[in-house]
């Protein structure tokens, strides 16, 4: 029993080894199948970057972010901010994070400024992040219309500012930095969809080429049969149309029997 264990493993060793051997690529050669279908894949370049400038432009609808910024900080005495307010301040940074975007805040913002969104949706559009090593947080609201960006951030902003001391029973966040209404859409990136759109074409056009390469199974050379076979072609027969050479020789052999019949014909009459 285990002699014949050990004959099936060698067996399916021996069976990885001649996949592995059949998976070999020449690379010098894909390489050069890849220069003689250089054109194809330059035209693959330029019309993966055109066609996803197309796309981004016309189809992709351009979005706007507008940045509200709160300091989460406040003085225990009317003076001066000492070390245990900072040191307040950090802590409640990542539970103001949460706390700003609960339905209380954001149903009273719907009600506000008379949106037709959900909760689950302007959710959606609205992403809270602390500054890093800071106590400032940035209200970021992304919408495709610029004024409503910036309506919604300084609502939430200023929502934040009244209830987050009901909620919390804590000193409030002060408005830093109010939004203001954003120039220019912060997505698409139409450079960077270009390029994605390029080099996405230009991969699936040498991915197709690399398995026609890998599957061709022609012989164009005494380095394909070496390669393929591992043994070397004692000669090569030059590309050619054999009746044509056939016609030539015919041809040629013609006019020399001609020749030496006019020169016998040439003698013959000398000597009579």
Same mark, same amino acid.
């Not at 913002?109 to 992040?129: C, G, N, P, R």
């Not at 090593?133 to 960006?149: K, Q």
């Given at each position: 029993?285990?002699?014949?264990?050990?004959?099936?493993?060698?067996?399916?060793?021996?069976?990885?080894?001649?996949?592995?051997?059949?998976?070999?690529?020449?690379?010098?050669?894909?390489?050069?199948?890849?220069?003689?279908?250089?054109?194809?894949?330059?035209?693959?370049?330029?019309?993966?970057?055109?066609?996803?400038?197309?796309?981004?432009?016309?189809?992709?609808?351009?979005?706007?972010?507008?940045?509200?910024?709160?300091?989460?900080?406040?003085?225990?005495?009317?003076?001066?901010?000492?070390?245990?307010?900072?040191?307040?301040?950090?802590?409640?940074?990542?539970?103001?994070?949460?706390?700003?975007?609960?339905?209380?805040?954001?149903?009273?913002? @719907?009600?506000?400024?008379? &949106?037709?969104? !959900?909760?689950?949706? #302007?959710?959606?559009?609205?992403? =809270?992040? %602390?500054?890093?090593?800071?106590?400032?947080?940035?209200?970021?609201?992304?919408?495709?219309?610029?004024?409503?960006?910036?309506?919604?951030?300084?609502?939430?902003?200023?929502?934040?500012?009244?209830?987050?001391?009901?909620?919390?029973?804590?000193?409030?966040?002060?408005?830093?930095?109010?939004?203001?209404?954003?120039?220019?859409?912060?997505?698409?990136?139409?450079?960077?969809? @270009?390029?994605?759109?390029? &080099?996405?074409? !230009?991969?699936?056009? #040498?991915?197709?080429?690399?398995? =026609?390469? %890998?599957?061709?199974?022609?012989?164009?050379?005494?380095?394909?049969?070496?390669?393929?076979?591992?043994?070397?072609?004692?000669?090569?027969?030059?590309?050619?149309?054999?009746?044509?050479?056939?016609?030539?020789?015919?041809?040629?052999?013609?006019?020399?029997?001609?020749?030496?019949?006019?020169?016998?014909?040439?003698?013959?009459?000398?000597?009579?």
């Amino acid at each position: 029993m285990e002699k014949k264990q050990m004959e099936q493993k060698q067996i399916k060793v021996l069976k990885v080894d001649d996949d592995q051997e059949e998976m070999e690529i020449d690379l010098f050669g894909l390489l050069n199948y890849f220069r003689s279908k250089l054109i194809i894949i330059i035209a693959a370049f330029v019309l993966g970057s055109v066609l996803a400038g197309a796309y981004t432009y016309f189809l992709v609808e351009p979005l706007y972010t507008a940045k509200a910024k709160i300091y989460v900080v406040s003085a225990s005495t009317d003076t001066m901010v000492n070390l245990t307010d900072l040191n307040l301040g950090t802590g409640l940074s990542a539970d103001y994070e949460q706390v700003i975007t609960i339905r209380p805040i954001f149903n009273q913002v @719907i009600k506000d400024l008379d &949106l037709d969104y !959900t909760y689950e949706e #302007l959710v959606k559009m609205v992403e =809270i992040a %602390v500054v890093k090593n800071t106590r400032i947080m940035t209200i970021s609201v992304t919408s495709n219309d610029p004024n409503e960006a910036e309506q919604i951030a300084n609502d939430i902003a200023k929502q934040a500012e009244i209830q987050i001391p009901k909620l919390m029973d804590t000193p409030k966040p002060h408005i830093i930095e109010p939004a203001i209404v954003p120039m220019f859409k912060s997505s698409p990136s139409y450079s960077k969809n @270009i390029m994605i759109g390029a &080099l996405g074409a !230009t991969v699936l056009v #040498l991915g197709i080429f690399t398995v =026609i390469f %890998v599957l061709q199974d022609t012989v164009n050379s005494a380095d394909d049969i070496e390669r393929m076979f591992g043994i070397l072609p004692l000669a090569v027969i030059p590309e050619g149309n054999i009746g044509i050479l056939a016609e030539g020789n015919e041809s040629t052999s013609g006019k020399k029997i001609k020749n030496i019949k006019d020169e016998k014909r040439g003698k013959e009459a000398k000597c009579s």
